[in-house]
C-alpha cells in the first residue's frame, strides 16, 4: 500500500535512516526537523501518517502531537512517537496526547511497518466513510450527529481464569465500568451466531495453546458482527514476531511484553470514541442513501451514486497525489438468458452476480449497478498492476460457478467482460473521471469483440 508519510527527528541522521526504511517499503516520505515545520508540512502535504522523534526540537514530539489533535483538519492523522527509551511514563504521555502508538529505539523494521501499514488501512477506510457522509450531508440524507455515547462492551481474553480475573480487576479501577472475561469459545460462538458482540477484545497471544491468540484474531476480524470491533493483542514477548502478524491480521493495537491496565485504557481513550464515530457514520450512510443512492433489486449503489462519488474521488486524488482505477463490467449474453428463462431468472442472475463482486472487493472500493447488466467499481488509491489482479479475480469468481435460480431451480452459466482504465498517482488531471469512463468504456467494448469473458485494458488519453 503506497502512501505518504512525513517524519519529524531533531537528528539529521535518524531521519535518514527511517527514511531509507520506509522508501524501500515504497512509500513517499517527506522530512522536518522541528515542531512548527511538523505543522506547517502537515497542513501543506496532508500526510497519511505522521512519525515523530520524541526529542523533537521545538517542544517535543508529544507536544508536537498535541498540537496536531487540537487541529481540526489535522487531527485525524495517525501519528507515532518514537522514542530512544522504553520509559513507560513517556509511552503513557504519548497515548494520553493522542498519538495512534508509540515505538522504542531499536525499532523492530518488521513490527515498525506492520504499525504503518496498520495505521494507514485504518486512516483509509475513515477516509471513505467520511467522504461517503460528507456526500449524504450534501444530498440531504444526514441525521444530526448524537452527542450521546453509551458505554462499550469490553472483553478480555486471557491465558488462565485467575490471570483474567486479575487483569479484569486492574483494567475496571482505570476505566471506571464493567469488564467482562470470557472464553474463546464464547467469543466465536456469539461471533458465529449474531449474538450481541463486544465492542472490543483483549487478546493474550496464548489462550489455550501456543498462538491461538493470533488465529482467533483472525476468525473474528474475518466475521460480520465483530469485523469493526476494537482488538488489542496482548503479545509475550517484546517486538516477537506475533506483533506485526496480529497487527496485519487486524488488531489495533499491539501490547508489547505484558498487560499494563494503565496503557490499555489510554488507549481505549482514544479507540473506543473512534469506533463509536465509525459506527454512526457506517449506519448513516447505509440508512439515509438506501432509498435514493442504491438499486433496489441488487442492493448496490446506483448510477446516480457513482456520478457522485467519482467526482469527489478525483478531486481528493488530485489532493492526495495518489491514483485510482474504474472498471465498467457487462455480463455476457444477458439478453439471451432472458429469452431463454426468463426476467425473473434474469433477475436472479443479477442478484448473485452482485453479491459474488461485493464479497470480491475490499472495503474501500465502490461497487454500483451502472446500467442493466451493466457494474462499475471504482478503487482508491489503485495502480495497473492493481487493478488488473482484482479484474481478474472478479472475472473469475463470477464465470467459474453457473448460477442457481431460486426462481426456477435452474442452473445458469454466466461469464463477464471488464474493461479497465487507471488514472496514475500524481497525474489525475480536471476531468480525468470522464477520461477513465471513455477509456474503460472502449476497453469493455474491446473485450467484448474480442471473444467475451475477458478483462481489457486502454490507457486514458490525456
Given amino acids: 500500500m503506497s502512501g505518504r508519510i512525513l517524519i519529524a527527528d531533531d537528528v539529521a541522521t535518524n531521519r535518514i535512516v527511517l527514511k531509507v526504511k520506509l522508501t524501500s517499503a515504497c512509500y513517499d516520505v517527506a522530512q522536518a526537523a522541528n515542531v512548527s515545520d511538523v505543522i506547517a508540512m502537515a497542513s501543506q502535504q496532508r500526510p497519511d501518517l505522521i512519525l515523530l522523534g520524541q526529542t523533537l526540537e521545538g517542544g517535543g514530539g508529544i507536544e508536537a502531537c498535541r498540537r496536531l489533535k487540537a487541529i481540526k483538519d489535522l487531527s485525524a492523522i495517525p501519528v507515532v512517537i518514537i522514542s530512544p527509551t522504553t520509559d513507560r511514563n513517556a509511552r503513557l504521555e504519548a497515548l494520553r496526547a493522542g498519538a495512534e502508538d508509540f515505538?522504542?529505539?531499536?525499532?523492530?523494521?518488521?513490527?515498525?511497518?506492520?504499525?504503518?501499514?496498520?495505521?494507514?488501512?485504518?486512516?483509509?477506510?475513515?477516509?471513505?466513510?467520511?467522504?461517503?457522509?460528507?456526500?449524504?450531508?450534501?444530498?440531504?440524507?444526514?441525521?444530526?450527529?448524537?452527542?450521546?455515547?453509551?458505554?462499550?462492551?469490553?472483553a478480555l481474553l486471557a491465558p488462565a481464569v485467575e490471570t483474567g480475573l486479575m487483569w479484569r480487576k486492574a483494567l475496571t479501577q482505570e476505566l471506571g465500568q464493567k469488564v467482562d472475561v470470557i472464553s474463546k469459545g464464547k467469543a466465536l460462538e456469539d461471533s458465529a451466531q449474531?449474538?450481541?458482540?463486544?465492542?472490543?477484545?483483549?487478546?493474550?497471544?496464548?489462550?489455550?495453546?501456543?498462538?491461538?491468540?493470533?488465529r482467533l484474531v483472525s476468525e473474528l476480524r474475518s466475521r460480520l458482527s465483530t469485523r469493526h470491533s476494537v482488538i488489542i493483542f496482548i503479545d509475550d514477548i517484546r517486538n516477537g514476531p506475533a506483533a506485526a502478524m496480529a497487527l496485519d491480521l487486524g488488531a489495533n493495537a499491539v501490547m508489547p511484553g505484558h498487560f499494563d491496565a494503565e496503557e490499555i485504557a489510554a488507549r481505549l481513550e482514544l479507540l473506543i470514541p473512534a469506533k463509536f464515530i465509525s459506527d454512526r457514520l457506517r449506519?448513516?450512510?447505509?440508512?439515509?442513501?438506501?432509498?435514493?443512492?442504491?438499486?433496489?433489486?441488487?442492493?448496490?449503489?446506483?448510477?446516480?451514486?457513482?456520478?457522485?462519488?467519482?467526482?469527489?474521488?478525483?478531486?481528493?486524488?488530485?489532493?492526495?497525489?495518489?491514483?485510482?482505477?474504474?472498471?465498467?463490467?457487462?455480463?455476457?449474453?444477458?439478453?439471451?438468458?432472458?429469452?431463454?428463462?426468463?426476467?425473473?431468472?434474469?433477475?436472479?442472475?443479477?442478484?448473485?452476480?452482485?453479491?459474488?463482486?461485493?464479497?470480491?472487493?475490499?472495503?474501500?472500493?465502490?461497487?454500483?449497478r451502472y446500467g442493466g447488466?451493466?457494474?462499475?467499481?471504482?478503487?482508491?488509491?489503485?495502480?495497473?498492476?492493481?487493478?488488473?489482479?482484482?479484474?481478474?479475480?472478479?472475472?473469475?469468481?463470477?464465470?467459474?460457478?453457473?448460477?442457481?435460480?431460486?426462481?426456477?431451480?435452474?442452473n445458469v452459466p454466466v461469464t463477464m467482460s471488464i474493461g479497465v482504465a487507471v488514472a496514475h498517482a500524481g497525474k489525475v488531471a480536471p476531468g480525468e473521471v470522464q477520461r477513465l469512463l471513455q477509456s474503460a468504456d472502449r476497453a469493455l467494448y474491446a473485450a467484448k469483440s474480442e471473444g467475451r469473458n475477458q478483462v481489457t485494458f486502454i490507457q486514458s488519453a490525456a
Wanted: hydrophobic share 40%; glycine share 6%.
Fill in 283 to 368: 449506519n448513516t450512510v447505509d440508512q439515509r442513501l438506501s432509498m435514493a443512492v442504491t438499486d433496489p433489486l441488487t442492493g448496490l449503489y446506483n448510477r446516480r451514486y457513482a456520478s457522485s462519488y467519482l467526482e469527489r474521488l478525483e478531486i481528493q486524488s488530485q489532493q492526495s497525489g495518489k491514483g485510482f482505477a474504474v472498471m465498467l463490467m457487462d455480463l455476457d449474453r444477458f439478453k439471451s438468458i432472458n429469452d431463454r428463462h426468463g426476467h425473473i431468472v434474469g433477475d436472479d442472475v443479477l442478484v448473485e452476480v452482485s453479491a459474488r463482486l461485493r464479497d470480491g472487493i475490499r472495503d474501500m472500493d465502490l461497487l454500483a
Fill in 373 to 410: 447488466e451493466e457494474f462499475l467499481i471504482a478503487m482508491p488509491d489503485t495502480e495497473f498492476e492493481g487493478a488488473m489482479a482484482m479484474a481478474e479475480r472478479l472475472r473469475a469468481i463470477v464465470g467459474n460457478q453457473p448460477v442457481l435460480s431460486p426462481s426456477s431451480g435452474a
Fill in 103 to 154: 515505538l522504542s529505539k531499536p525499532l523492530d523494521e518488521t513490527t515498525l511497518l506492520a504499525i504503518v501499514r496498520n495505521l494507514m488501512r485504518a486512516h483509509a477506510a475513515r477516509q471513505e466513510m467520511q467522504r461517503r457522509q460528507k456526500l449524504a450531508e450534501e444530498m440531504g440524507f444526514a441525521e444530526p450527529s448524537s452527542s450521546f455515547q453509551r458505554l462499550a462492551r469490553i
Fill in 194 to 214: 449474531g449474538n450481541s458482540v463486544p465492542d472490543v477484545f483483549v487478546i493474550a497471544s496464548n489462550l489455550t495453546e501456543q498462538g491461538d491468540g493470533l
